[in-house]
């Protein structure tokens, strides 16, 4: 029975599942300091813990505790303003997905090729990415708790190359100093763009809420912990290469390789190479536990046929895990480059989204137990969100210059989003009276 406790998730799992879902390692960090510097990728990630990650997580910890319901942020636009919004933030969140998700079975293969290179040979990127895909939907049947305590071991696996990495850079011999980067709006504002896809997916936990111990309380502090860890194993290696002098300008992407065979030796950069297969797959199999559990709630609600909210004995919706796991798989074979301004776009309205909640349920439900609250009442809530909404509004014009297939990215999302709204006439069924 899923609501036994012992098959629930606790604080330490929960922390880590939120973990792979956001972060999964300081892999990506790389071009932040290649733009910035190392002053300034510091400042930056600073910046953007405080001013997005913290409120997205103190958002997710009221809503959470208010309404600690399977479905997370659907539930909660929903709730606040009807069931409209709520179908336009799965809409925004499933969509964005597609973009997203595919990366990892790539990215996957191609640190595997690292390692094995006969696996980058052919088709065998698309058949290892497959596997990975499988290994996940297999790990996913066993359920939150099987996930979330594997979120544990996994993220301390992926963590450890980087502490030995920042030991051997902290006793490295000095290079000398390394050159100052020039300060210039737009190089900061493109590092706050890199920076807030890389502190992206808080509230990506909120759809399990009914598979974690104590929701009310749990969600809150699990997030406070989960936004240090995050902004700690961020900061940490950067500032103990920094200590190198090595210059900013030799970081490229995927770097983190060379940086730990230039310290540590060949064995470091195997090490860091199975750590990003293995935030690779971990990522994956976490965000496979949250998403899968949108099309459930959708289903439940009528938009989506009954077979998707079907659990097996362990309480997972298994036709929502496989059917989105292939359309992922799908994508993975189209050969889909990640792109930050889709991330921002999609993954940011659907979170602003989320803010106006917040606000509205204040007004509309304020006797709604909540175990936590926003510091401020009302005006805390409208303030928490000022920060974030000016972010993605900038992020947006910032990284516009991408392209999808034939079209600019920006194009692409605005389609995507409107798309939502005659989507959601395809209804089956009346709105339900369930609140």
């Given at each position: 029975?899923?609501?036994?406790?012992?098959?629930?998730?606790?604080?330490?799992?929960?922390?880590?599942?939120?973990?792979?879902?956001?972060?999964?390692?300081?892999?990506?960090?790389?071009?932040?300091?290649?733009?910035?510097?190392?002053?300034?990728?510091?400042?930056?990630?600073?910046?953007?813990?405080?001013?997005?990650?913290?409120?997205?997580?103190?958002?997710?910890?009221?809503?959470?505790?208010?309404?600690?319901?399977?479905?997370?942020?659907?539930?909660w636009v929903g709730k606040a303003?009807?069931?409209?919004?709520?179908?336009?933030?799965?809409?925004?969140?499933?969509?964005?997905?597609?973009?997203?998700?595919?990366?990892?079975?790539?990215?996957?293969?191609?640190?595997?090729?690292?390692?094995?290179?006969?696996?980058?040979?052919?088709?065998?990127?698309?058949?290892?990415?497959?596997?990975?895909?499988?290994?996940?939907?297999?790990?996913?049947?066993?359920?939150?708790?099987?996930?979330?305590?594997?979120?544990?071991?996994?993220?301390?696996?992926?963590?450890?190359?980087?502490?030995?990495?920042?030991?051997?850079?902290?006793?490295?011999?000095?290079?000398?100093?390394?050159?100052?980067?020039?300060?210039?709006?737009?190089?900061?504002?493109?590092?706050?763009?890199?920076?807030?896809?890389?502190?992206?997916?808080?509230?990506?936990?909120?759809?399990?809420?009914?598979?974690?111990?104590?929701?009310?309380?749990?969600?809150?502090?699990?997030?406070?912990?989960?936004?240090?860890?995050?902004?700690?194993?961020?900061?940490?290696?950067?500032?103990?290469?920094w200590t190198t002098g090595l210059?900013?300008?030799?970081?490229?992407?995927?770097?983190?390789?060379?940086?730990?065979?230039?310290?540590?030796?060949?064995?470091?950069?195997?090490?860091?190479?199975?750590?990003?297969?293995?935030?690779?797959?971990?990522?994956?199999?976490?965000?496979?536990?949250?998403?899968?559990?949108?099309?459930?709630?959708?289903?439940?609600?009528?938009?989506?046929?009954?077979?998707?909210?079907?659990?097996?004995?362990?309480?997972?919706?298994?036709?929502?895990?496989?059917?989105?796991?292939?359309?992922?798989?799908?994508?993975?074979?189209?050969?889909?480059?990640?792109?930050?301004?889709?991330?921002?776009?999609?993954?940011?309205?659907?979170?602003?989204?989320?803010?106006?909640?917040?606000?509205?349920?204040?007004?509309?439900?304020?006797?709604?137990?909540?175990?936590?609250?926003?510091?401020?009442?009302?005006?805390?809530?409208?303030?928490?969100?000022?920060?974030?909404?000016?972010?993605?509004?900038?992020?947006?014009?910032?990284?516009?210059?991408?392209?999808?297939?034939?079209?600019?990215?920006?194009?692409?999302?605005?389609?995507?989003?409107?798309?939502?709204?005659?989507?959601?006439?395809?209804?089956?069924?009346?709105?339900?009276?369930?609140?």
């Open positions: 029975e899923l609501t036994r406790k012992g098959k629930k998730i606790g604080l330490l799992a929960l922390v880590a599942a939120t973990y792979c879902m956001v972060a999964g390692g300081p892999f990506g960090l790389e071009d932040l300091v290649q733009k910035a510097g190392y002053g300034y990728a510091l400042g930056i990630l600073c910046v953007t813990a405080l001013f997005w990650a913290l409120p997205t997580a103190l958002m997710v910890g009221e809503l959470s505790s208010a309404l600690p319901h399977e479905g997370g942020f659907y539930v303003m009807g069931p409209f919004w709520g179908f336009q933030e799965a809409w925004l969140t499933l969509v964005g997905s597609i973009f997203d998700m595919a990366i990892y079975p790539i990215l996957f293969a191609a640190y595997l090729a690292h390692l094995f290179p006969i696996l980058g040979t052919g088709h065998m990127p698309i058949f290892t990415g497959l596997a990975m895909v499988a290994s996940c939907v297999l790990w996913n049947r066993f359920g939150a708790r099987a996930v979330g305590l594997g979120s544990v071991f996994t993220t301390g696996l992926l963590l450890l190359p980087f502490a030995i990495l920042a030991v051997y850079a902290c006793t490295a011999k000095n290079l000398g100093t390394p050159p100052h980067a020039v300060f210039t709006w737009k190089c900061f504002m493109l590092g706050i763009v890199i920076a807030m896809w890389n502190f992206m997916g808080w509230d990506n936990a909120g759809t399990i809420a009914h598979e974690v111990e104590n929701p009310r309380k749990t969600y809150v502090k699990a997030m406070l912990i989960a936004v240090t860890v995050v902004l700690v194993s961020y900061v940490i290696p950067i500032v103990a290469v210059d900013p300008k030799s970081w490229t992407t995927g770097g983190w390789v060379d940086i730990a065979e230039r310290f540590g030796g060949r064995w470091l950069a195997y090490l860091i190479t199975g750590a990003g297969a293995l935030a690779a797959i971990s990522t994956f199999n976490a965000l496979v536990l949250s998403l899968s559990r949108l099309p459930k709630v959708l289903a439940e609600d009528g938009f989506l046929p009954k077979i998707f909210a079907k659990e097996n004995k362990h309480g997972v919706p298994m036709f929502a895990v496989i059917v989105f796991s292939a359309i992922w798989c799908a994508c993975m074979t189209i050969g889909f480059e990640r792109t930050v301004t889709l991330d921002i776009m999609l993954t940011g309205l659907s979170i602003l989204l989320e803010f106006v909640a917040l606000v509205v349920l204040c007004i509309r439900f304020p006797e709604l137990p909540r175990a936590f609250r926003v510091p401020g009442g009302l005006v805390g809530k409208i303030f928490l969100g000022i920060f974030p909404a000016i972010l993605v509004g900038v992020s947006i014009v910032v990284s516009d210059s991408e392209k999808i297939w034939f079209m600019n990215a920006l194009t692409l999302g605005i389609i995507l989003i409107f798309l939502g709204f005659p989507l959601y006439r395809l209804r089956r069924k009346p709105d339900p009276a369930k609140a």
